[in-house]
């Protein structure tokens, strides 16, 4: 077995909880072009997509073309709600002394998110995190999740091999994602897609709070060795 184990983080639901200020954002863009935004949990739905495939998901119905536009609504939108106190992307609880005790033991951490790099570096920036991981990527560096882009970059970033990587998320998405990837799949109950679908996409274990994250790899990895 490799000494590089990498243990790399969706963002949206799984580090920040986000879905207030995603949900705003939308109904912006949405409101902007005329069109009745979807209700939340439809939106809950497709947090970790990329932007234009998220609102494709929500809007089947409309061109390419206002896919776009609507991203780009959105886009606007959430910088400006990012900038006002009232919408914030709080840590879920446990983050970030997972994330220290996870470095002290010598993982290497990253991130795979729908987000865009500016996107990902003001939510890391806002909590203090710039310096907390080795990889960063996001769809400005491949293709949406679940295509397993994101982790194959990751891996070559890092050196890590497939069997020493653990992708942790909270949709059905970071579940496929690993499982197109062939890296070992951790799902997180406090996130937007529900603890049964994400045992069915992959996932083979579901946590109920950070606290169990160090713990869970550790046998994790004891076992395989």
Known sequence: MSDLRLVVFDCDGTLVDSQHVI????????????IPCPEMRAVRRVV???????VAALTPH?????????????KDAFGVL??????VEPLF????????????????????????QKGLASTLRLH???????????????????HPGMLLNAMDRTGARPE?????????????MARNAGV???????????????????????????????????RHWDAAA
């Open 164 to 176: 020493d990587t653990v992708m942790v998320g909270d949709t059905v998405f970071d579940m496929e």
């Open 93 to 116: 609880p446990g983050v970030r002394e997972a994330l220290e005790a996870l470095a002290q033991a010598g993982y290497l951490l990253g991130v795979a998110t729908g987000k865009s």
């Open 184 to 218: 070992h799949a951790l799902g997180v109950a406090w996130g937007y897609h529900e603890r049964e679908e994400l045992t069915h996409a992959g996932a083979l274990d579901v946590l109920d709070r950070y606290e169990a994250l160090s713990p869970w790899l550790l």
């Open 23 to 34: 949900f705003a954002a939308m109904n912006r863009a949405f409101d902007g072009h005329g």
């Open 128 to 146: 203090g995190l710039e310096g907390a991981f080795v990889t960063l990527q996001t769809v400005d560096d491949a293709p949406s999740k679940p």
């Open 62 to 74: 409309l061109e390419p073309d206002a896919h776009e536009a609507l991203a780009q609504a959105y």
């Open 82 to 87: 990012r900038r006002d106190p009232a919408h």
């Open 48 to 54: 970790g997509l990329g932007l234009v495939e998220a």
